[in-house]
T-cell receptor
Framework: AQSVTQPDIHITVSEGASLELRCNYSYGATPYLFWYVQSPGQGLQLLLKYFSGDTLVQGIKGFEAEFKRSQSSFNLRKPSVHWSDAAEYFCAVGAGSGYSTLTFGKGTMLLVSP | DAGITQSPRHKVTETGTPVTLRCHQTENHRYMYWYRQDPGHGLRLIHYSYGVKDTDKGEVSDGYSVSRSKTEDFLLTLESATSSQTSVYFC????????????????FGPGTRLTVL
């Protein structure tokens, strides 16, 4: 079965600094990969997704993620963080063609300091 | 935003009472999901549906049942609520299975906060 690890429970970044959130997955073949964001008291919103093609994918709100097969990683990045980016971020994996469900990581809480 | 509503949005109930949460969608998507979210656990799948009257268990299905009699509605029932079921419950929908050209991205409702005393 597939699994997702987000090693960092909390991360604090200064406003204007760059951000990288880590995500490692476990799955034998090429996975479908997603990043979601959850603001306090809200549902989850899709930031970006990857299945094939260019390993660097662009998402909404200035986020991007890079798929690295050799490292089984799909890290989320943003060059300059804004205070409104403070939220919880979830990485998720769908296991190959024909999957019906996603497996989510436990999330990383991003705090933005002034 | 995807047309997903959940009701009620907040509920407080007592141990041993039955509880039903409703998810309603206006997108005509085939797949619907129920998750629970707890601190330190992320989102865990309870049950999902791949069509009217077609459902399957997820990772944490014990103590929960579901029903889907119409495409637009997916009900989650706690037959006899326990304090361990205090959680935030999210419904999600998806148009299709993951396949070449189809990501099966899921769209989430606003959540229901359930407290079992």
């Amino acid at each position: 079965a597939q699994s997702v690890t987000q090693p960092d429970i909390h991360i604090t970044v200064s406003e204007g600094a760059s951000l990288e959130l880590r995500c490692n997955y476990s799955y034998g073949a090429t996975p479908y990969l997603f990043w979601y964001v959850q603001s306090p008291g809200q549902g989850l919103q899709l930031l970006l997704k990857y299945f094939s093609g260019d390993t660097l994918v662009q998402g909404i709100k200035g986020f991007e993620a890079e798929f690295k097969r050799s490292q089984s990683s799909f890290n989320l990045r943003k060059p300059s963080v804004h205070w409104s980016d403070a939220a919880e971020y979830f990485c998720a994996v769908g296991a190959g063609s024909g999957y019906s469900t996603l497996t989510f990581g436990k999330g990383t809480m991003l705090l933005v300091s002034p | 935003d995807a047309g997903i509503t959940q009701s009620p949005r907040h509920k407080v109930t007592e141990t041993g009472t039955p509880v039903t949460l409703r998810c309603h969608q206006t997108e005509n998507h085939r797949y619907m999901y129920w998750y629970r979210q707890d601190p330190g656990h992320g989102l865990r799948l309870i049950h999902y549906s791949y069509g009217v009257k077609d459902t399957d268990k997820g990772e944490v299905s014990d103590g929960y049942s579901v029903s889907r009699s119409k495409t637009e509605d997916f009900l989650l029932t706690l037959e006899s609520a326990t304090s361990s079921q205090t959680s935030v419950y999210f419904c999600a929908i998806s148009e299709s299975k993951g396949s070449s050209g189809s990501y099966n991205e899921q769209f989430f409702g606003p959540g229901t906060r359930l407290t079992v005393l």
